[in-house]
């Protein structure tokens, strides 16, 4: 008889009879009422009132019933935390059995059994069995750690758990090792501490390749995964890892097939472009994905959405498969749908006569959404390959002919993009669409008629009658239409103008006095004006020249293309998305996943962008920027980088945390600064050991918070509303509680919504970068404000600008990308460790003053419009962080000898005179890098005079 028996029992009292069959002397007595209380469990019914009695029958050598107390136990845990404990005891014993299956058991329950009071108790047997004799034992146990992890991370930290891990990679059983990289994995995706992160280094890198022969499917699932988070350190490494990873294609399982194609995909950017092994291995690529394509649909449209991503990034994979996207007639919609998308990818002139054969087929077949997209497949071809676009609009105009309504409408939205592409080529089919005017009902084609009407008005003899049969039922019309009938016939007007003058003045009425539609309304309006004020400028504006349309508008962005390579077999690949876009609940550490930046000639540059989560694997730790790179390249170059930016940065590339300091010690500490970079003489020793860093500044030591209340600038117009359509950008700078911050006022003065933002910064002088996210309340309705805070970091690319202090800035809404430029003021950069030495220990200051050339030294007469006193004036100038070391009386003037220290290790020492009852004040600087001279001087100008 089967199990089933214990489902069909519906007895009143059921309770009462378990437990006293829980507490039977008999072991098969007790196994069925453990079956039973089971079966309730997993119906829904409530059996925690039983825990205490289940818990007694753990005392058993019977793995089976042993087996099902742990199943019940994992559920009822949680309710009944403090019973739970009293399981503890047999858990410990058991992770001591001599039967490995038992041990494994015990390790596994209890890391599932998600209980704070547990978890303490675990960590002694886990250790054991993360060294048990059996492998079995091992690799339950490796889950086990990321189970705890996820429970309590410190706990695994400060126990070791995660170096033990790491041994495990070194395990003779490859199973062993595939469970300890998952655990690992795991761990480092989800916890952003360092410790947490998975070394990657050449020695573990071969250890995984050994194990990945002999995994079971998911296990080189893992370790593959694994291995396409490493950065080989050189081409030959590179090629090593993608050749032991090849014979991977040929496994079985999909999932394994696309993991291995993602770790090639990558290893394929760190060798030449030219290289004749990245020629030969995607030719070796090519097969498994066509094989992929044979298996059931689900799996097939996950193939699919992969291989849309990889004939982005390399068409020439899959050049030569076309005929393996063809359609057949009993595919499901959404995999057609994706063939076809990828059909048009790889259509070349070699190749188009046989896809349109195929999309004309294609628009012939009963699904109306299949048909539509296959028309407009036929238009895409048309834009893509140019030479097959008299063909293509040929075949559009036997799709026509077919008087089918769908194909007809959606042939006329495809031509009029033709035209676009191909203006005063194709105009002679104008008569045939003009031919369908009465059939089109869908404000797409009606919209696309009527801008051909107007678009080439003076080649159609009544283009006025036409645009009039659209008038009549005016306000019935979609806005996209009557947007599209006033446009059309403003141009018929400037290009017959003694003919439509009516026609023009009734679209103008009921576009301004007799619609709602505020777009509609504004459009009409700034016509009319053009046209009432300067006809000759409204022809220059209406009927000037358009920008021919792209064919690959539909191409996914570089940097998000470069994204999802790294996440191909994942969702992030199917969604066509990164995962921070649909993956919600727990912070999600994002590792850097861009694929590395190749110079012009094609190799792969030295600091690829993809890096490990481990430093020693990707590039060094950059150490604290204090000489700022030459500006070498022109302004274009500049451009060109702010252009390229990726406006939604990985995660780690915006820590707040400033660079590392370097060790001062032996070193000039103002010779680290611009004077290198200007061909300066090399600062040489003289100077003693820095302070601590910002951590550890004059707060610090003295064991308070120095509370910053600097100067900040009034808000200036930074991004004028038309230059970006409508989106009115004013900032300052400001520091609070230590923190640098960009604070924003945005301004919608469109008449859209906006949402979706993001920033960016330009390489700058000093490495100003944003810390966090953009996060303005979305949507920004039309009129509406949000006043915005963003942190800043100063360890972003250094580049020196010109101005010094110049900041291009790159702003991203759901319109469009917009960029301006900005002035850091200097006093924002000031730290709070630029205390020279100390009063009572001035002989630091002293010497490195005289150490300083006097041709640095530069003065400069000031106002003192409040008259302060020298106490006054100093405290507030160490409130923006200028520290005064000495105050001194010389001939009844008083003297202040001050030091300040900027973010990138440069500093400049002061004298500042101030004459009793003067208007004027004098102030010395000196310092190594004299670019830096100016701004500092209006620093404290500004400073003193807002005091």
């Known amino acids: ?41 997993t119906v829904g019914k409530d059996v925690s009132a039983l825990f205490p009695d289940v818990v007694n029958c753990m005392q058993t050598d019977n793995l089976e019933l042993k ?43 209890m890391g599932c059994i998600r209980v704070d009071k547990i978890t303490e108790y675990l960590c002694e047997p886990l250790r054991k069995c993360l060294k048990d004799e059996d492998p079995y034992v091992r690799k339950t146990a490796a889950v086990c750690v990321a189970k705890l992890h996820d429970i309590n991370a410190q706990l695994v930290e400060d126990q070791g758990f995660l170096d033990q891990l790491r041994e495990l990679l070194s395990d003779s059983n490859p199973m062993v090792v595939a469970n300890a990289v998952a655990a690992l994995s795991e761990i480092s995706d989800t916890s952003p501490s360092p410790a947490a992160q998975m070394e990657m280094n050449q020695q573990t890198i071969n250890k995984l390749l050994a194990a990945l022969n002999e995994c079971t499917e998911w296990g080189q699932i893992f370790i593959l995964d694994a291995l396409s988070n490493y950065v080989p350190k050189d081409d030959r490494e590179a090629q090593s890892i993608c050749e032991r990873v090849t014979p991977r294609l040929a496994h079985s399982n999909a999932g394994v097939v696309l993991s ?136 559009l105009l036997d799709l026509i002919q077919t008087k089918v309504n769908y194909v007809v409408q959606e042939a006329i939205v495809v031509i009029k993009d033709i035209f676009r592409k191909y203006p005063n080529k194709y105009e002679s089919i104008i008569s045939t669409l003009c031919e369908n005017l009465e059939s089109l009902d869908e404000p797409d084609a009606r919209a696309s008629m009527i801008w051909i009407v107007g678009e080439y008005a003076e080649r159609i003899d009544n283009a006025d009658e036409l645009l009039e049969s659209f008038l009549e039922g005016f306000h019935d019309e979609s806005t996209q239409v009557q947007l599209q009938l006033l446009t059309a016939i403003v141009k018929l007007f400037l290009k017959k103008p003694t003919e439509t003058q009516e026609l023009v003045q009734q679209v103008l009425s009921l576009a301004t006095q007799d619609s709602d539609n505020p777009d509609l309304r504004d459009r009409g309006y700034i016509y009319w004006r053009l046209l009432s004020t300067d006809p000759a400028a409204a ?41 921070s876009a649909f993956v919600e609940g727990q912070a999600l550490v994002v590792r850097k996943t861009q694929l590395p930046v190749r110079s012009a000639s094609g190799e792969p540059g030295a600091t690829g962008a993809t890096e490990s989560p481990v430093p020693q694997q990707a590039q060094p730790v950059q150490q604290q920027q204090s000489v700022i790179p030459s ?3 022109a302004m274009g170059d500049l451009l060109g980088d702010l252009l390229s930016m990726d406006l939604n940065p990985p995660q780690q590339q915006m820590s707040m945390t400033p660079a590392p300091q370097q060790d001062m010690g032996g070193m000039d500490l103002l010779g680290g600064g611009l004077d290198s970079l200007l061909g300066g003489p090399s600062p040489v020793a003289g100077m ?89 309340p979305s949507p920004l309705s039309p009129g509406q404000t949000a006043d915005v805070t963003l942190p800043l970091g100063t360890n972003g690319p250094v580049q020196k600008m010109d101005p010094l202090m110049n900041l291009q800035v790159a702003m991203k809404n759901n319109i469009d990308v917009f960029y301006f430029s900005c002035l850091i003021p200097i006093h924002l950069l000031f730290t709070e460790d630029g205390q020279m030495g100390s009063a009572s220990d001035r002989k630091v200051f002293l010497a490195t003053w005289k150490d300083i050339p006097d041709s640095n030294e530069v003065q400069k007469e000031f106002a003192n419009p409040n008259q302060l006193d020298p106490k006054g004036i100093s405290d507030k100038l160490q409130q923006s962080f200028i520290f005064t070391i000495a105050q001194r009386n010389v001939d009844g003037r008083d003297m202040l000898y001050q030091s300040l220290k900027l973010t990138n290790g440069i500093w400049v020492l002061a004298e500042l005179k101030i004459q009793p009852r003067s208007p004027t004040m004098t102030l010395s600087l000196k310092t190594r890098a004299l670019d830096v001279i100016p701004q500092v001087q209006q620093a404290y100008e500004l400073i003193i005079a807002n005091m």
Request: charged content about 25%.
């Open 1 to 41: 008889m089967t199990d089933s028996k214990y489902f069909t029992t519906t007895k009143k009292g059921e309770i009462f009879e378990l437990k006293n069959e829980l507490n039977s002397d008999k072991k098969e007595k007790k196994k069925e009422a453990v079956k039973k209380v089971i079966a309730s469990m």
């Open 67 to 109: 087996k099902l107390v742990y199943l019940y136990l994992m559920n009822y845990a949680k309710s009944q935390p403090d019973m739970a404990i009293m399981a503890v005891n047999t858990f410990v014993k058991d992770c001591e059995d001599t039967n490995p299956l038992i041990r494994a058991l015990a390790v596994r329950t």
């Open 260 to 395: 291995a194609v993602k770790v090639l995909m990558k290893g394929m950017e760190y060798v030449g472009m030219e290289s004749e092994f990245v020629t030969t291995l995607q030719k070796k690529l090519a097969p498994p994905l066509v094989t992929l394509l044979s298996s059931e649909p689900e799996v097939q449209y996950v193939a699919l959405r992969n291989i849309n991503l990889i004939v982005q990034k390399r068409p020439d994979i899959l050049k030569h498969e076309m005929k393996v996207f063809f359609v057949k007639y009993n595919d499901p919609i959404y995999v057609k749908l994706e063939k076809l998308d990828i059909m048009i990818r790889l259509a070349t002139q070699e190749n188009i006569a046989q896809v349109l054969a195929e999309l004309k087929e294609y628009a012939t077949e009963v699904d109306v959404d299949f048909v539509r997209k296959s028309v407009r497949a036929i238009g895409r071809c048309a834009i893509k390959v140019e030479q097959a676009a008299e063909r293509c609009v040929s075949t």
């Open 539 to 579: 022809k220059e504006v209406v009927l000037a020249e358009k920008p021919l349309i792209s064919s690959e508008t539909d191409r996914l962005e570089p940097t998000l293309l470069d994204e999802l390579i790294c996440y191909i077999a994942s969702l992030a690949s199917v969604y066509h998305k990164p995962p």
């Open 631 to 633: 500006h070498d390249t």
């Open 688 to 776: 003693p050991a820095s302070q601590a860093s910002m951590g550890g500044g004059l707060g610090d030591i003295l064991g308070l918070g120095i509370s910053s209340t600097t100067y900040v600038p009034p808000k200036q117009v930074w991004l004028p509303a038309p230059k970006a359509k409508g989106l009115e950008v004013s900032g300052t700078f400001s520091i609070r509680q230590n923190v640098r911050y960009m604070d924003l006022t945005l301004k919608n003065n469109a008449m859209a919504p906006m949402g979706d933002f993001a920033i960016q910064f330009n390489k700058n002088s000093f490495g100003l970068s944003p810390a966090s996210a953009l996060q303005v």
